[in-house]
């Protein structure tokens, strides 16, 4: 008879925790609630009761749980969670999810045919930060629920996705609530360390008293307050130790025994049979199988064995029972109670509670479970035959860890750590490492002497993926010595460049270093050309890093390897570079020959970089190789980061974004948010340099905080500096220094970055508040950065700007200026690749037309700028702010138009708010002797061309009345103003804009209306 409670009893607080959190999801302010307690404390009914609740208020409920059979499947419970919701209500199309869809087509079957990219497993992180989305938007308009039980059987991968989860649920309409056992592992680790950075509330569930126990025992058999008797609450409150679970199970063994019977008053306890109570549910659960039918008790003791919850095509392997007895045998303990239908897999059964599977595996003597164990085995290896070693996705690879499990309930240790092995590379090669390095710890623990050297270096290698980089280094140095080049040497040595390129990638360039000559050693004198490749291609990539403070010490170097990566200046630091170059075009070569295509794409990603010195058509060139190297392999990221770069330069090239929006499509189809991310940045910073603020302004709020939680580094930073050039260029230098704090904190002055930092923020910002000498200190400062390190990056100033304003300052003279006088720097830009960038060409193209006016050859000093003019048009703020700059040394040599360029540099500064240069050009303009116009509001009525002319608004309201031909008495009326005054602003007028006479002017005035239409004028009241 079965035994259950239809309330939930002793749980007040808890509840009402579980309330306010519903409300303050509804709110839009997202908490994360972990429920801690012992197996059967009733974490599982309070998640339940949750969730009803969360239904009351018509708010999305996802719930999943962790599989307690001891098998590592990664996002299971995350999962079924997203199962749960949209089997019934189907997947959300909202297009802000479209980003993510590739991300979590692994978890929503809907999203998988359409979305899967081959070669490209989603990272960690990408996946919790894609999760977050989707529970935003589900929670949009009423908050969501997600539960998930079970934590302490999850993989690390669902712990990694929920500890991002409950990190970033503050400002968003998402529950989060997480149950699991108060047992020492990562969820547990988890809950805490939430809890301890206020992420998380965490309640302990303790026993149920005596009163409560009471409660529910009368709630279980539908009885009014005192017809149990005493003595039953006492023997069940005693038993179950206050444990709701075992309340029922000792209620429900008291019922089947007839110990506790209906009578028409009331309950009775009977004191006959056995007169002691049973001392736990395994004495229980052994009575009540007892009374099953043999071929049912021999199916739920063959279900046990295989763990919590079960197949049905694995107890049909080891039963040998046709379909139609064994769903029989299934339907009959089903209705007992014992079983229930797992509803997140039609073909899988569960045990009510997990202690029900322990408590009938206990029920057997130690012998019969290992006999029954290897039985089992042996029937699920022969079932699945070869697809047993297929690979760890879907049914092969549970099957082949329930194989491994059960072989170690056997006492096969060696046969279980290979089994667990197996699976653990499988998992590794699908990108889950996460797993992988749980599953090959248990294979390591368990291996032969002579097997647990091989498992330790894929160990070392899934530790790395995972990004615990020192867990992995550790392990490779604990192994013992093996001869150089022989087979073992060459296993570690493979697996010591794979963590040197963890290491380069996360910049730990010591560690990246230590690992690269453990590889060395161990390959000897003489490695293989593509072991000499993939190492050649990790050093090439760590040269390119600038040593940070105390990273750069020569003690933790070989000797042999000189100062490779340190950043020297000087020949030597240019010859290494140069040296770099030549071993990564012949690591490309190799690595393409020898069927390493990973390597052959890192190498032509270097090879790109290095070459952007002798031009960008190289540069491109390299990239092609890489895109075809990419797509013949099916490398779906090497593929997306090749069409990034393109698009990079072709950007850089012509300052126009068509090519990077096609790389960003191409990151968006692969489902890589880490490249995404990095395409958003750089056409934010295009969105800077082309004036569209808004769009900067957007993809910056959007991505900045998205890059940190997934702790993409590079693209974090490049972001943070896009923030502050955002700020610079406009002429905010409160909103830039912020940003650039916030920058300096993500080590932003420390990454290669600097030059960008210092020429293209740094110095724009001083030129915007007027500080000449402030932006040369700033450009001369990154000119010193780039002669001290490695340095890619051609938009810092060296190669435009910088040459630009040391001509302006007089260096470019024949009489002076020194090596580095502001021609020499002229003459190196020009002979640089990066002096044919757009951004570049604009300064370098006023420069040149400073030089030829200084020359006395005007007339080519004015095409200079006329020329550069039509190219610079993505560029409008550098071009009015070069305009600026130039027209004040064409005043002093006498050449151009320079009142004209003032006066549309100053219409530009004034519209945008940057005044400090709009107040420097109208300094300028007086010095020139013209008259200023007064700054009065409704300049923006006046059309472009009249407020290039210097006509002021109140000039403006006088020529549109002219269309109508009026006197200069009746405008004088109209305006409220004498007419003397009306005399003025028509002389002025006519000056302004050529026009020989007062007919002209009219004339001209009806035209543009004619174009225009009707202009409103705003005519003041006549006073009394």
């Known amino acids: 008879m079965r035994a259950t409670s239809s309330v939930i009893v002793g749980r007040d607080a808890e509840i009402g925790l579980l309330d306010e959190a519903l409300e303050s999801a509804r709110r839009g302010a997202g908490r994360a609630v972990f429920l801690v307690g012992e197996a059967g404390i009733g974490k599982s009914r309070l998640a339940g009761e949750c969730a009803l609740r969360a239904y009351d208020r018509d708010m999305p409920v996802l719930r999943g749980r962790a599989t307690s059979t001891g098998l590592v499947v990664p996002f299971r419970p995350l999962a079924e969670a997203l199962s749960s919701r949209f089997r019934a209500a189907g997947a959300p199309d909202d297009p802000e999810l479209d980003p993510y869809r590739p991300a979590l087509a692994g978890l929503v079957p809907e999203w998988r045919a359409a979305a899967t990219t081959p070669g490209y497993t989603i990272s960690l992180v990408e996946l919790a930060e894609a999760l977050l989305r989707l529970l935003a938007v589900l929670g949009r308009e009423r908050g969501c629920v997600i539960l998930l039980e079970d934590l302490h059987d999850s993989d690390t991968e669902t712990i990694a996705v929920v500890e991002y989860v409950a990190d970033n649920v503050a400002d968003l309409p998402v529950l989060l609530v997480g149950t699991l056992r108060p047992d020492p592992g990562p969820a547990s680790d988890l809950a805490l360390a939430a809890e301890l950075r206020n992420a998380a509330s965490v309640t302990e569930l303790g026993p149920l008293d005596e009163t409560a126990v009471r409660t529910m025992v009368d709630a279980c058999l539908d009885a009014a307050p005192g017809e149990v008797p005493a003595a039953a609450h ?166 082949s860890q329930l194989v491994a499990t059960l072989r170690l309930a056997a006492g096969d240790k060696v046969a279980a750590s290979r089994q667990f092995a197996q699976v653990g590379r499988q998992m590794l090669d699908a990108g889950a490492s996460g797993s992988a390095a749980v599953l090959l710890e248990r294979a390591r623990g368990l291996a032969a002497e002579g097997e647990r050297d091989e498992v330790t270096v894929q160990l070392a290698i899934a530790q790395a993926e995972s990004g615990r980089v020192d867990v992995a280094s550790a392990l490779l140095d604990d192994l013992a010595p093996v001869p150089a080049g022989s087979p073992a040497a060459e296993e570690r040595a493979q697996a010591h460049t794979q963590v040197a390129w963890v290491a380069t990638m996360a910049e730990q360039q010591q560690e990246a270093r230590r690992r690269i000559r453990a590889a060395r050693a161990l390959l000897g004198a003489e490695p293989r050309p593509e072991q000499e490749a993939a190492l050649v291609v990790v050093e090439g990539h760590l040269a390119l890093l600038p040593d940070r403070e105390g990273d750069g010490d020569t003690a933790d170097r070989d000797p042999a390897e000189g100062d490779r990566g340190s950043g020297t200046p000087g020949r030597d630091g240019r010859d290494r570079l140069k040296e770099a170059e030549r071993s990564a075009r012949s690591a490309a070569l190799t690595a393409e020959q ?128 896009v923030d502050a050039t955002l700020a610079a260029h406009r002429g905010r230098p409160r909103e830039q220094e912020r940003a650039l704090t916030r920058f300096r904190r993500a080590g932003g002055e420390e990454s290669m970055l600097v030059p960008l930092q210092r020429g293209l923020c740094q110095a724009i910002g001083a030129l915007l508040a007027e500080d000449r000498a402030r932006a040369t200190a700033e ?68 420069a040149d037309a400073v030089l030829r006016g200084r020359a006395g050859d005007p007339a080519s000093a004015r095409r200079a700028v006329e020329e550069t003019g039509r190219a610079a048009a993505v560029f409008p703020q550098a071009w009015h702010l070069a305009l600026r700059l130039v027209a004040e040394a064409a005043l002093t040599d006498g050449w151009g138009e320079p009142v004209a360029w003032l006066r549309t540099a100053e219409e530009y500064f004034h519209e945008a708010g940057v005044q400090p240069v709009a107040g420097a050009c109208r300094a300028l303009l007086r010095q020139a002797g013209v008259s200023v116009p007064q700054r009065r509001g409704g300049r923006e009525r006046i059309p472009a061309e009249l407020r290039t002319a210097g006509v002021t608004p109140r000039e403006y309201e006088v020529f549109v009345l002219l269309m109508e031909r009026p006197g200069n008495l009746q405008i004088a009326q109209r305006l409220c103003i004498s007419p003397r005054t009306v005399e003025k602003h028509m002389a002025s007028l006519m000056a302004k804009t050529g026009c020989v006479d007062r007919s002209a002017l009219c004339a001209l005035s009806a035209e543009r209306a004619e174009d225009a239409g009707p202009v409103a004028i705003a005519v003041p009241r006549p006073t009394a």
């Open 234 to 399: 006492r023997h069940l409150s005693q038993r179950a130790g206050g444990n709701p679970y075992l309340v029922e199970v000792l209620l429900a063994d008291l019922l089947d025994l007839g110990r506790l019977s209906r009578a028409e008053d009331g309950w009775l306890l009977a004191d006959h049979g056995e007169a002691t109570v049973p001392t736990g549910a395994v004495r229980s659960w052994a009575r009540r199988l007892s009374r099953l039918d043999e071929p049912v008790r021999e199916l739920l003791l063959i279900a046990a064995t295989l763990g919590g919850r079960f197949s049905v095509g694995a107890l049909r392997a080891v039963t040998g029972l046709d379909d139609r007895a064994l769903f029989a045998h299934l339907r009959s303990a089903s209705e007992a109670g014992i079983i229930a239908p797992d509803g997140a897999a039609h073909d899988h059964y569960t045990f009510r509670h997990v202690l029900t599977a322990d408590a009938l595996r206990a029920s057997l003597p130690p012998a019969e479970q290992a006999a029954l164990a290897r039985r089992a085995a042996s029937a699920i290896e022969e079932s699945a035959g070869a697809s047993l070693t297929g690979g760890a996705d879907g049914a092969s690879g549970e099957q």
């Open 594 to 721: 020898r069927g390493r295509p990973v390597v052959a794409c890192q190498a032509w990603q270097l090879l790109a970089l290095l070459s952007r010195q002798r031009g960008f058509d190289e540069a491109d060139a390299c990239l092609v190789r890489m895109l075809e190297v990419a797509e013949k392999h099916r490398l779906a990221v090497s593929r997306a980061e090749a069409l990034v770069r393109l698009g990079t330069n072709a950007f850089m090239r012509t300052g126009e974004a068509t090519q990077l929006e096609t790389a960003r499509a191409a990151a968006h189809e692969l489902g890589s948010l880490t490249v995404l991310q990095t395409v958003d940045g750089l056409l934010a910073m295009q969105s800077v340099l082309a004036c569209r603020w808004d769009r900067a302004r957007e993809i910056v709020d959007r991505s900045v905080e998205a890059s940190a939680r997934l702790q993409n580094l590079s693209a974090h930073r490049y972001l943070l500096l």
């Open 779 to 846: 450009l001369d400062t990154a000119r010193a950065w780039e002669r001290e390190h490695p340095s890619f990056f051609y938009l810092s100033g060296r190669y435009g700007l910088r040459p630009l304003l040391r001509i302006l300052d007089g260096d470019g003279d024949d009489r002076g200026g020194g090596a580095d006088g502001g021609r020499e720097a002229y003459r190196e830009a020009l002979a640089s690749p990066g002096g044919q960038l757009a951004w570049n060409r604009l300064f370098l193209g006023m």
